[in-house]
């Protein structure tokens, strides 16, 4: 914490300086040095044509390239700062390759001339550059590309390389850049094109840090603590919790094959990809053009790296996409969905999706959550102007918040159903415990809970340790359990909740 003013002074100042360097060199009247190269500009008698690349938002992927010639293609990219959703009810400020995180998918074909156009929106309060790993040459296009907000920048460069390549903000302090969200995928097709697969999806994974916990309400500022110690709050595919779960989940059908363009933007993760059922028939490791391994669980991409997986779709379900690190998945947001539409085949698997069926139903109830609580929101708004007595639907409110909270928090132990486990969870669904004293709930969850208690009849004598939420997301929690499988309470509100941490603090 104490060094932290100092670097960012350090890097401010860092910052200004690159700052002032391209401006006078865009003033300048020739092109800077990195693009005037002959193999880059003009006449390489191979290039024929021009065209504009299509560019893609994730999960989408830009239609495979049939052109069997090089020629020169113009990508088009602007670098917007927005504030988005990065959970449910929390939201950042990302900087992004054209408005969304990851940013748009490139996809150029081996020997093509690419002329890239970076535009930096006048609203942006931050220089940008771009360093693609595809690209041969100095900083992979990061000094010929910096650019102030309101300014553009050109340079070109020759794909000699084929393979699917990570790029990236790379302006000082870099960390940052890349941690607020700064990096997408460009596909550099083999000449001889890949083979064909009925669908492509474009993932790509990333870890945030935020001052608040997870799922800590409100809009959350970078932490740059947390990110240096490599503490992620966040972890996620897409560019937010739940990106790919539910009416966002990938969609295929039995019998097809798909192919995942699958890159990780860290900044500081390591992650082990993995699809919950299937194995993956083809891994071109590394993101490389060669299908070098066949029948992989799991498979690892760095941080600034990338991975192509293909699978052939034998039995219908919900495929769930982790970074095998489960705690990540579960607890920081690593998970997505990929749902398969067909008929069964029970020679293949005979239907009892335990893994399946049940994470998925636990994510879908997030989702399916965040749209109850949208439309309470907006109920709320109007139930206000026309009525003060909002009582009723604030209560509801809570509850939904609280929903999310259980289903992040308390479910693993005391089990989505509220139902426990015998003689290891108590059960909340009807406990008399539970309903008896509401300030005990409460204590236990600040302070934990042990020792011999008896609920509805049956001993338990285990440990709950004290959860890490906060004094908000206690009283939603607990208004949420109080009032669902057929236990009814009031509301729990903040201030109570504040009571008992002070009298507790005596204690
Ligand atoms: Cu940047």
Redesign the pocket.
Known sequence: MKTYPIETFVLGLLASFLWFLPIHSAEAPAESSAVKGPSAKGTDPQIQGEERAILTTAPEVPPPITRKTPTKVIVDLEVTEVVKKLADGVEYLF?TFGGEVPGKFIRIREGDLVEFHLKNSPNSK?P?NIDLHAVTGPGGGAASSFTAPGHESQFSFKALNPGLYVYH?A?APVGM?VANG?YGLILVEPKEGLPPVDREFYVMQGDFYTSGKFGEEGLQPFDQERAVDERPTYVVFNGSVNSLVGDNALQAKVGETVRVYFGNGGPNLVSSFHVIGEIFDHVYQEGGIVANQRQVQTTIVPAGGSTIVEFKLEVPGTFILVDHSLFRAFNKGALGMLKVSGPENLLVYSGKEVDAVYLGSQAEAGAGSEKKLASLQSQMKEAIAADPKIAGLSKEMQMEKGRRVYMQTCFACHQPTGMGLPGVFPPLAKSDYLMADRDRSIRALIKGLSGPITVNGKNFSGVMPPVAINDDQIANVLTYIRNSWGNTGDAVTIDQVRQVRAQSAHQ
């Open positions: 900087w931050m940008h903000c302006t850049h700064m």
